[in-house]
């Protein structure tokens, strides 16, 4: 059975998992077990973020973030540089939604409100509002569009 481990601000993560130091993190959020939080990463308020995540070191997440199972956020362009001067780190603004198994080179901003398919490989910044699939990810549709749908990403005939 997974133990549960009290973080500040009301947060929690589930045992066993790897929280790196100077941790910045937000009012109620969550972190799953098998998750590797890196060290100087921010996580705002009520972020999820999912069992066997990968959040590389000096990541930035905004508030109501949500990164599902297994998803990979990387900072080194160079693996392994072993050079923290050469990382560049992922922004992701609030309310985004990165799906599980997703994977985001070094350097990139995620705009808010957008969502990144479970499964793609994002090569490049998403603006605010879009959804964006595939490996490398392209654009999909709008946010609206998707919630409309609700919240999947093909329509119902198409699976």
């Not at 990968?54 to 930035?60: C, G, H, Q, S, V």
């Not at 956020?73 to 990382?87: A, G, M, T």
């Not at 799906?99 to 969502?115: F, M, Q, R, S």
């Given at each position: 059975?997974?133990?549960?481990?009290?973080?500040?601000?009301?947060?929690?993560?589930?045992s066993?998992?790897?929280?790196?130091?100077r941790?910045?993190?937000?009012q109620?959020?969550?972190?799953?077990?098998?998750?590797?939080?890196?060290r100087?990463?921010?996580?705002?308020?009520?972020?999820?973020?999912?069992?066997?995540?990968?959040?590389?070191?000096?990541?930035?997440?905004?508030?109501?973030?949500?990164?599902?199972?297994?998803?990979t956020?990387?900072?080194?362009?160079?693996?392994?540089?072993?050079?923290?001067?050469?990382?560049t780190?992922?922004?992701v603004?609030?309310?985004?939604?990165i799906?599980?198994?997703?994977?985001?080179?070094?350097?990139?901003?995620?705009?808010?409100?957008?969502?990144l398919g479970?499964?793609?490989?994002?090569?490049?910044?998403?603006?605010?509002?879009?959804v964006?699939?595939?490996?490398?990810?392209?654009?999909?549709?709008?946010?609206?569009?998707?919630?409309?749908?609700?919240g999947?990403?093909?329509?119902?005939?198409?699976?």
């Open positions: 059975m997974n133990e549960r481990i009290e973080l500040a601000n009301g947060s929690v993560a589930w066993p998992c790897h929280i790196g130091q941790l910045q993190i937000g109620n959020c969550s972190i799953g077990a098998l998750a590797h939080i890196g100087d990463v921010t996580i705002g308020e009520r972020s999820r973020i999912q069992g066997g995540a990968y959040i590389a070191d000096r990541t930035e997440l905004g508030s109501n973030v949500f990164i599902g199972p297994n998803a956020i990387l900072n080194d362009r160079y693996p392994p540089s072993r050079d923290s001067s050469k990382w780190p992922v922004k603004l609030e309310g985004v939604v799906g599980g198994g997703a994977t985001i080179l070094p350097g990139l901003t995620i705009g808010e409100n957008a969502v479970a499964g793609a490989t994002l090569t490049k910044n998403i603006p605010a509002n879009q964006w699939v595939g490996n490398p990810a392209k654009y999909l549709t709008t946010r609206e569009q998707y919630e409309q749908k609700g999947r990403m093909h329509d119902e005939e198409g699976g």
